[in-house]
T-cell receptor
């Protein structure tokens, strides 16, 4: 089946540094990739929708200059958290749209210290 | 705006009992999904419901969809400990998918 490979699975970074999260579609072409953030014991909140070759669409309240999304190819989308702060610590999950559903990456747990 | 309401948020069950999780949504939808999430893990797809009256079953879980009432249910039959997890419904309309708040299910011996 369609698989999205997400890396890294966890990362610890210092406050003020940037972190890049990659999501690769392994056996399908992901024209659309969704990026979610999940705080502990909460639901998934959509951050942005990225389409290959165009600018991402960000949800209200998500800073596009802080969460940079690049979707330059049909198999790779990246999320860069710039100048990370402790409040950015969360579980980030990407999702690629497939025929009648979505396939999710394994998630990245970001801890900013 | 597409909104999804899920209840209950917390559910503690004894093994062998039955229960139902409810998912209401606010606008016409193309598809409804049920997912399972174990602690520290990503989402595992359980069911995709595409049309009114759709019913799908897998093991002790059965999902149904009533598009007129904008309601989906996830029924748990004779719960076992292995079903302990958080269950999310999600509703999609075109490219917009929204998640319910999740139901944290704990099955006790």
């Amino acid at each position: 089946g369609a698989v999205v490979s997400q890396h890294p699975s966890w990362v610890i970074c210092k406050s003020g540094t940037s972190v890049k999260i990659e999501c690769r579609s392994l056996d399908f072409q992901a024209t659309t990739m969704f990026w979610y953030r999940q705080f502990p014991k909460q639901s998934l909140m959509l951050m942005a929708t990225s389409n290959e070759g165009s600018k991402a669409t960000y949800e209200q309240g998500v800073e596009k200059d802080k969460f940079l999304i690049n979707h330059a190819s049909l198999t790779l989308s990246t999320l860069t958290v710039t100048s990370a702060h402790p409040e950015d610590s969360s579980f980030y999950i990407c999702s690629g749209k497939i025929d009648y559903g979505y396939t999710f990456g394994s998630g990245t747990r970001l801890t900013v210290v | 705006e597409l909104k999804v309401e899920q209840n209950p948020l917390f559910l503690s069950m004894q093994e062998g009992k039955n229960y139902t999780i409810y998912c209401n949504y606010s606008t016409t939808s193309d598809r409804l999904y049920w997912y399972r999430q174990d602690p520290g893990k990503s989402l595992e797809s359980l069911f995709v419901l595409l049309s009114n009256g759709a019913v799908k079953q897998e093991g002790r879980l059965m999902a149904s969809l009533d598009t007129k009432a904008r309601l989906s249910t996830l029924h748990i039959t004779a719960a076992v400990h292995d079903l302990s997890a958080t269950y999310f419904c999600a509703v999609a309309n075109n490219n917009d998918m929204r998640f319910g708040a999740g139901t944290r299910l704990t099955v006790k011996p």
